[in-house]
C-alpha cells in the first residue's frame, strides 16, 4: 500500500512538472556540441562503470568539455578515473534551491544526457533551469527531450546506449573497454589471489541471495569443486550475515574474505580472484571490465530485456532467477546450474 502510495505521489508530481517545466523542442541534434553534460546523481556504481568509457572516447572528437553532475561518493571517480573536466557534488536529495544555483552555475551547455526511463519534477525543474540546447534521454514522453533513446536504442544494452551516443556525435571507431581504477590492497586481510569470489549481495535485500540460498549454493560449490578456495564477499553491512552463510555450509573450503569496506577494496579482490559470481551489477560490471571470467546472475521478468547485462563474452555465462513479481528474486537460480557454468569457465581456464 505503501508502495502504491508512493508510486501515485510521483506520478502527481511528475504531472505538475511537465505542466510547469516541460516545453518543446525541434527533434534531432541541434547546433555545434562543446559542452556536454551527464547527469548521474542516481550515485549507481555499476552503471558508472558501464559507461565509463564513453568520457575517454569522447575526448577523442575535438573542442569537448565534460561535465558531471554526481554524488559525493563516486565525484573521485569521475575526477580522478574518468578524467571529466569539471565535476559538480550533489547530495541524494537536493533541495529545489541547490538545483537552481547548480543550474545557474553552469556556462551555457550544448548537450544534456540524462539516462533515466522516467524524469521526477526535480529533473524537469533542473533541466528547465539549466535551458541545454539539446537533452538525450530514455524518457521519450518528455517534449523538451529532443534526442527520444528509448525506441531508438530499444533491445540494446546500457553500454551500447552510450555508444550510440557517440557514433550520433561522430565517433564511430568506439573503444568500449571500461576504466576500473588499479587500487592497492589497502585493509584487505584475506588472500584473493586464485579465489573463486561469491557476492549474494545486491543493493537491496529484494536483489540479494537468502542466508538459506547461499548456505545451499555455497555446500554445492564446495562439494563439486574440493580443490578450489571459495571467497564471500560482502561490506560491513553484510558482514554478519556473510559469517553466518558460511558457519551454514558444510564445505570447508569456502571463506569469508575480511577487511573490504569499500568499492576500491572489492575492485582489489576482484582482480586478484580467479573466477566472480555476483547478483550484484556494479560487482558484474567491474568483473567484466577486468575481463574477469564471470558469472552472472540476474532477475528475470517474464520476457523483458535487461538493459544492464555485460557485454556477451566467452569469459561471461549469465543465470536467471525467475522474478514473477513486482520485485527480484534472487533465489529461483538452481545452484547446480551455477556449478555447471563454473565448470565450463574453469575448463576455459585450463
Partial sequence: MIGYLQLLRDRI????????????????????????????????????????????????????F????????????????????????VTKRPSYKTLCDIALSIPHVDLAIHLTEGMKMKDLYFLYKLSPTNIASLDDNIARVNIKLSDTTKGMLF????????NMLGLMDVD??????????????????????????????????????????????????????FALLSSPATREDAQKMINGCGANNVALLEGVNTIEDAIYCIRAANVVISVDTAIVHIAAGLKKPLIAIYPLHGNEFNQWLP??????????SHS?????????????AISDALSMLLSIEQ
Fill in 176 to 229: 568500449t573497454a571500461y576504466i576500473i581504477p588499479d587500487v592497492a590492497r589497502d585493509k584487505v586481510i584475506s588472500g584473493c589471489d586464485n579465489s573463486i569470489v561469491i557476492n549474494p549481495f545486491g543493493s537491496t535485500r529484494y536483489k540479494s541471495m537468502s542466508q538459506g540460498k547461499v548456505t545451499e549454493l555455497l555446500t554445492v560449490l564446495g562439494q563439486c569443486f574440493p580443490t578450489r578456495h
Fill in 324 to 336: 514473477p513479481g513486482i520485485n527480484a528474486d534472487m533465489n529461483n537460480v538452481e545452484s547446480h
Fill in 66 to 89: 565534460i561535465t558531471v553532475i554526481t554524488s559525493p561518493a563516486l565525484a573521485p571517480l569521475y575526477r580522478e578515473e574518468f578524467g571529466v573536466d569539471h565535476v559538480i557534488e
Fill in 13 to 64: 508530481r511528475r504531472a505538475f512538472g511537465v505542466i510547469f517545466f516541460d516545453k518543446k523542442a525541434p527533434l534531432g541534434l541541434q547546433g555545434d556540441i562543446s559542452h556536454i553534460l551527464v547527469i548521474r546523481w542516481d550515485a549507481k556504481i555499476g552503471d558508472s562503470f558501464a559507461s565509463s568509457f564513453f568520457f575517454r572516447e569522447l575526448k577523442k572528437l575535438p573542442n569537448k
Fill in 311 to 320: 557485454s556477451p563474452s566467452p569469459l561471461t555465462k549469465v543465470i536467471f
Fill in 159 to 166: 553500454q551500447e546506449k552510450y555508444t550510440y551516443l557517440l
